[in-house]
Each structure stands twice: as structure tokens, then as C-alpha cells.
């Protein structure tokens, strides 16, 4: 069996991993890469392995640095399985189109700006060739082995987020695991991790290889920006990603509501992408920590924003409420329109709730700008800005090593880190190495690893 690294290695993105075993041909993950644009280039590369000879593609979960490229695969000719389990194969429905819309969308900007070296930009993919990528989507339970060739295949649940999975593959005498994006065992909304089987190799997310997650309780946190906001008579807005993050927030607001700790203040899901991730959250409610009546009530709950006119008519309100926009960290979305409304009043309040990546709207205002650009013009920044840590879907390194104990790994267990960036893979390296017996490395880009 040899497994090639094309992605997800020394990054946090574009994971991808080729399978083979005598005649068959797998690829666990089929991300896109993301971020700096030496990353992205990869995007356009011919695939480094052949699509006629790939039996079947296999995901962990829907998130794009994992999903993002099928379409890429599809318009290259690709017309096998894609397997994921149910919640992932729905999510794929809602990011995947979404993605191929975005990517016009930059074309079309790069186009009218000029900007880059082609006179003619063109999207990677289309929204059209993503929509026509989902026909390849076939879902499959947890816990439940399925054949690809002469493998036998079956996800376990990793937590995360909706759907995600480890992926166990058995072939040739040998069992390999691919962690997948791994959940924190005390997460707030999804049940944890399963423990993983014996394994002769483990290909282990490190995203948060080198950190811990903050000790601070998210709910007193967002309970002070609800009861102070109130109490000035302002717009709480909450910048979110649709997938997890909407959903948690929601979930928060109601507890707190319903221990009396904050005023019922109106609350608004303003995405129309989280709406519908949060339709299929509540569909597949018994993959976590929320019942049926749990999900009907926050239905009730949260008023659901969709079309534009009604998202510019939040303008109109005077008394105080909460807003939930994408994006998450103040790229785009609609939350762009109420930050460029409201910023400058010294009542709102906005709250991040995530990592911020350097150069981002959102990691500006944490680092204390006093204006941010927005839709070209400069928009002086005086709101109470503040910040949630605790709500990260990965586990850390501490709770990485404790899923690892749980599990039945025998002690010279074979690992390669992914999915982690440098200091991030090499943190949790060192903590393995120090802490236990497991035959620890570093994947690299395009290695290939042979199972005798």
C-alpha cells in the first residue's frame, strides 16, 4: 500500500491523499488550497495523479480545505463515487455551489480591475460545474465497512462538525487512518471523537499542534457583550462562518436566555447560506448535542433573514437586538453593510468569535484599528470590540494526546502530522515524541509512504 501526500502537508489546507493498493485508486479528501497565492497556484496544477485510474473519492467532511476541489476533478472528467457520510454529502450541497459563485464572482472583480497577469480571467470552476459535481455524492453511515476495490472503507465520527469523519481504511494485512479534523471532547455542540482502532499508520491533524484553547467560559463571555450592549441601547453584531459557528451561537443565545442570565434582545440570522446550513444542522440533529425540540425552539427563536430588501430594513430598527452575518472574519458578506452602518457608533457592539487571519478586517479591529476600509471608503471605528477564543471546532494538543490514549493505538504506533502549520506540526511532534512511544514525523508535499 503507498499513500502520496498532495496536500494538507506543512499547511492547514487543500488536504488530499492517494490511496493505492495493487489495482485500486483512492482519495481521501479532495480539498482546495487556500490562502497565500503560492498555495492557491496549486489549484490550477494538473492533478498529480490519473483521474481515469481513481475508483473513488472518500471525505471526511465538507469544510472547502477538504471538498473544495471536487469540482475541479469533475471538470477534468472525473465521474466516480464520492463517499461521505450524510451530513457531509448535504453541507457539500450548500458550499460547494457557493464556492463556484465565488470564484465568478473574482474573476469577474480581477476582469474589471485588470488585476493579474491574464487579460481574461477564468474561475477555477463555476457554480453550474459544482452544482453538476454533487450527482457524484453518495453518502454512507458511520461505523458501517464499505468495499472501494480490494479496500474495505469506514468513517468514524470525529466530531468537528457536522458529519466529519475519520476515514479507516483496511488492505494487504494493514489498517491506516486518516483523522479527518478532529473535535474537542467537551465541545459545546458536537459529541466527541470516537477512539480509533489499531492502526499501522495515523495521518493526524496538528491545526492546533502547538496551543491550547483558552480557559475562559464562552458563555459568560457572550452573556457580557449581550447585558452591556443592552444596557447602552445598541446592535450587538456577530461576524460568523455559516458552517458551526452560526449554529453554536445560536444554541448559546438560547441557553442564556433561558437561564435568565441576558435580556431576550430580538436576534437575527442574517446569511442566507447559514440559514440553510442551519436547516440541515436541525435535520441531523441526532448527530449532536441539540434534540429535535431543542432545534424547534431555536427555529422560533432566531428570525431568519434572506432576501437583501429584508437585511437592509434591520437598518430601521432603534431598539437593541443581535446580528449574525458571515463572513467570519469581516472579508465580505452582508455583514460588510452593517459594520459600515453601525462601527462608527460607540454603542454597537461587535464580537469576533474565531481566528483571525493576519490582514483580515476582523484581526485589525482586534488589534485595536481606529478606522477599517470597507466598499472603498474608511470607516472610523468606534464600537466596543470583543472576542470570543473559546469556540474553535479542533481539538488541541493536549486533547489530541488524550483521544490518541483512548483509543486502542499500540505504543510504537507509525504517525505522520498534517494539517498543521510549521510551528503548529512541530509542537505537536515534540509533545508526542516527549510525552509517548508513538514513531512520530512530518508529512511532506508530494511524499510518497510505502506499507510493506
Request: aromatic share 8%; with cysteine; glycine share 10%.
Amino acid at each position: 500500500m503507498k499513500i502520496t501526500f498532495l496536500g494538507g502537508t506543512e499547511t492547514v489546507t487543500g488536504s488530499k491523499y492517494l490511496v493505492a493498493s495493487g489495482d485500486t485508486r483512492l482519495l481521501v479528501d479532495c480539498g482546495l488550497f487556500q490562502g497565500y497565492k503560492w498555495l492557491r497556484e496549486r489549484n490550477w496544477e494538473t492533478p498529480a495523479f490519473d483521474i481515469d485510474r481513481l475508483d473513488a473519492v472518500v471525505l471526511t467532511h465538507a469544510h472547502l480545505d477538504h471538498s473544495g476541489y471536487l469540482p475541479v476533478l469533475y471538470q477534468r472528467g472525473y465521474r466516480g463515487p464520492v463517499y461521505g457520510h450524510a451530513g457531509t454529502v448535504a453541507l457539500c450541497g450548500v458550499l460547494l455551489p457557493d464556492s463556484g459563485h465565488l470564484q465568478e464572482e473574482d474573476a469577474r472583480y480581477y476582469a474589471r480591475h485588470r488585476i493579474g497577469r491574464h487579460a481574461h480571467p477564468k474561475p477555477l470552476y463555476d457554480r453550474d460545474c459544482a452544482q453538476q459535481s454533487l450527482a457524484l455524492l453518495q453518502s454512507v453511515p458511520f461505523d458501517r465497512p464499505f468495499r472501494i476495490g480490494s479496500l474495505s472503507v469506514h468513517l468514524q465520527r470525529a466530531g468537528h462538525i457536522l458529519g466529519a469523519g475519520s476515514v479507516i481504511i483496511e488492505g494487504e494485512g494493514r489498517r491506516v487512518g486518516f483523522s479527518g479534523d478532529v473535535g474537542r471532547p467537551d465541545d459545546i455542540f458536537m459529541h466527541p471523537p470516537d477512539p480509533l482502532p489499531p492502526l499501522d499508520l495515523l495521518m493526524l491533524e496538528s491545526t492546533y499542534g502547538d496551543r491550547l484553547h483558552d480557559t475562559a467560559d464562552p458563555y459568560d463571555e457572550l452573556a457580557s457583550a449581550v447585558r452591556d450592549t443592552a444596557h447602552r441601547g445598541g446592535v450587538l453584531l456577530i461576524p460568523s462562518f455559516a458552517v458551526g459557528r452560526a449554529q453554536v451561537l445560536q444554541h448559546m443565545l438560547a441557553r442564556l436566555i433561558d437561564d435568565g442570565r441576558i435580556p431576550k434582545l430580538p436576534v437575527f440570522l442574517d446569511s442566507p447560506m447559514a440559514i440553510d446550513v442551519t436547516d440541515i444542522y436541525w435535520r441531523f440533529h441526532s448527530e449532536h448535542r441539540l434534540s429535535r425540540a431543542d432545534c424547534e425552539r431555536l427555529d422560533r427563536l432566531v428570525q431568519e433573514v434572506r432576501t437583501v430588501e429584508d437585511s437592509q430594513a434591520l437598518a430601521d430598527l432603534t431598539y437593541p437586538h443581535i446580528i449574525i452575518a458571515g463572513s467570519g472574519m469581516l472579508t465580505g458578506g452582508r455583514i460588510l453593510h452593517h459594520l459600515k452602518r453601525l462601527l462608527p457608533d460607540p454603542r454597537t457592539t461587535v464580537l469576533l468569535c474565531g481566528y483571525q487571519a493576519g490582514g483580515t478586517r476582523g484581526a485589525k479591529l482586534q488589534q485595536g484599528a481606529d478606522c477599517v476600509r470597507i466598499h472603498g471608503e474608511w470607516v472610523q471605528n468606534r464600537a466596543d470590540i470583543r472576542f470570543i477564543a473559546g469556540l474553535s471546532g479542533h481539538a488541541d494538543y493536549r486533547q489530541l494526546s488524550a483521544w490518541l490514549a483512548r483509543s486502542s493505538l499500540a505504543p510504537d504506533t507509525r504517525i505522520q502530522l498534517v494539517h498543521g502549520e510549521s510551528e503548529a506540526l512541530e509542537g505537536l511532534r515534540d509533545h508526542l515524541r516527549r510525552t509517548t512511544q508513538y514513531d512520530v514525523a512530518v508529512a511532506g508535499y508530494r511524499h510518497i509512504l510505502t506499507l510493506a
